[in-house]
């Protein structure tokens, strides 16, 4: 009996020193995680899901019909349900990026600074997130429509109100307006390791944040009612966007897992043959006897039956099977060609100064109070993107000289010919130039004839969100005229 009571002791001496309740701690998981990380993780998440070519997350190339696909073609006849591709896309940019933008600006708000360059960081660091909030929110407008905002993100509310697109995409604009007075560039933000975009440099940040205001302003240029608002939006931001390609916002990638471009981890280390140039892109290429043809494709000199005989570059047609083996292709492996696209370590770009270029332009040619020329920024935006992917000045200039390309010779308005190089500069960024093609509607595409629907202006809403969150989904349908790809959204007015 003496020895059970000492056993008992030993028991009770034993919990006494040690709280049972740290057998429920996951060692293996931290219990709390800096909102620099959080930072790193949503925003790599982001630019993944921007640059994407995994066919159940992001199919942005095949809508605007710079790819087409090989054996399987649903996605180029644009099947949006039989993979759930709308949910991959919503629930990326809610779920593992806005959440995760949410909850760093949440803990970063909370840390403790005295020093004067400290605050100034932290309220860096704070405008940032708010930066690539912005941006994630739009990509959702421009993607859907209406949307989930003011209601959203908010775990007491399970079924949140869809908010008008417009109205949203106003009150993004006027966001990204305070972010921007906020920035200062003459301090910092976040350290090099948990900004894989600019390593926290905050100058560069107030460049693409204007850039992106350059880029939303024009968005909404068409929409009547918000006319000044454009305009204004555009003129104040034109002066400090992105300039040049040492600016460009990119996520440069690691060559190991899992930090890969995913590119590489689907064309390269997947050893599938899934996609080749669409004829529609390729066909385009071969007419303007484009320069960067070499960068964006293999060459092509397999003999097939066909008269006439095979063009060094050759596109598969759009929506139809093809043989891979027969077609252009984005490289599969090793080639004795320039296909830096393929590398691991390719960056991931989400804006570019091609683009802002062309933004430039448009506002221009639209009579917006922006320094320099249309042609003057329809030259810098080509240039910049031959530049970009691997071309010379020289280049360039060749490429300019000819009337099919010049501003002043080819065909069209100014739509056509800004679209129709825009298209092309945006190459490997299918959401940019699926955005510049619904709003000057060049270059002129046509669905395939087994298409679902026509060229799609917009995704339709997820299937969870019908089955989860039934009646704002119903509401929201309604009120933007159906949710088919095919509805046009408010800023597509033409």
Known sequence: MKNKFLL?????AFVACNDLTDLNIDKKNPFAVPGETLFTSAQKNLVDQMVSTNVNFNIFRLIVQQWTETTYTDEANYDFATRAIP???????????LANFKESAKIIATDEAVADEQIKAKNNRLAIIEVMEVYTYSVLVESFGNIPYSEALNIDILTPKYDDGLTVYKDLIARLNTAIGTLDGGFGSFNASADNIYGGDTQKWIAFANSLKLRMGMTIADVASEAALAKSTVESAAANAIGSNADNAAVHYLSSTPNTNPLYVDLVASG???FI??????DKLNALNDPRRQFFFQHNNVDIDTTPAVEEYLGGTYGENSIFSQFSNVSYGTDPGNFALLEPT???TIMSAAEVHFLLAEAAARGYNVSGTAEEHYNEGITSSIEEWGGSQADADAYLANPDVAYATAA???QEKIGTQAWIAL???GFEAWGTWRRLDYPELTAPPEARSGVPTRLPYPIQEQTLNGDQYHLAATAIGGDEADVKLFFDVH
């Open 8 to 12: 008992l002791g030993l028991i009770l």
């Open 87 to 97: 949910f991959q896309h919503w629930d990326e940019l809610y779920r593992r990026t």
């Open 277 to 282: 140039g669409a004829n529609t892109f390729v």
């Open 346 to 348: 390719y960056p991931g």
């Open 427 to 429: 190459y490997n960024r």
């Open 412 to 414: 069209g308005t100014w």
């Open 272 to 274: 599938r043959q899934d």
